[in-house]
């Protein structure tokens, strides 16, 4: 082979791996943003001095006009500790779409959110699988009584040449 070939060849090459859609949800050692959190279990329930349910409505899709009546939405749901000295413990992270129906649950094992720390999960355009009334139920839990975590979605879309965001907030059920 001629080494214009080989060099040819090489940036072909180069240029497909750099192509490559990154997952959103790996964190820098390539691991999934929640399992690297996993915890073999949450301190004993007497120690917790808050439990609480948010509901966090997402939007894979809005309609934006009746010539094009869809358009897929990225979603990043965001969980914050905002306490500076405690830990917050995630037990449930549950994907519901429009109808109500479990789409997924993010974790099977709870995870550990160290003092000031964000955790992001991110709902991919291409996944409409939640619909426009889509929503997370996520369960935290502290042994701090003052906490107070911030749950948020964000979601980006583009239209024609504009590109917008938004973000909702997570309401406590309890």
């Known amino acids: 082979m001629k080494k ?8 072909i090459v180069i240029l497909a791996l750099a192509c ?19 915890v073999d279990k949450t ?9 609480n349910e948010f509901y966090v409505p997402i939007y894979s899709d809005i309609y934006i ?3 094009n ?5 990225s ?11 405690d830990s917050l413990f995630v037990s449930k992270i549950n994907y519901y779409d429009t109808h109500g129906l479990l789409v997924k649950k993010f974790i099977d094992k709870p995870i550990s959110l160290p003092p000031m720390a964000t955790v992001n999960y991110v709902i991919e355009k291409e996944d409409d699988t939640g619909g426009s009334g889509a ?29 917008f965001s938004f973000s909702t907030d997570g309401y406590p059920l309890e």
């Open 135 to 163: 929503n997370f139920i996520v369960h935290v839990s502290s042994r701090s009584p003052m906490i107070r975590p911030l749950i948020q979605a964000i979601m980006i879309g583009q239209y024609s040449n504009k590109s």
């Open 4 to 11: 214009l070939d080989k060099i040819f060849i090489s940036i």
């Open 20 to 38: 490559k859609n990154p997952n959103p949800n790996l964190d820098t050692l390539g691991q999934d943003e929640l399992e690297a959190l996993e």
């Open 75 to 85: 979603a990043t749901l965001s969980i914050r500790n905002t306490n500076s000295k």
């Open 69 to 73: 009546p869809k358009h897929l939405l």
């Open 65 to 67: 006009d009746s010539q």
């Open 43 to 51: 301190p004993d329930e007497s120690s917790l001095s808050y439990n």
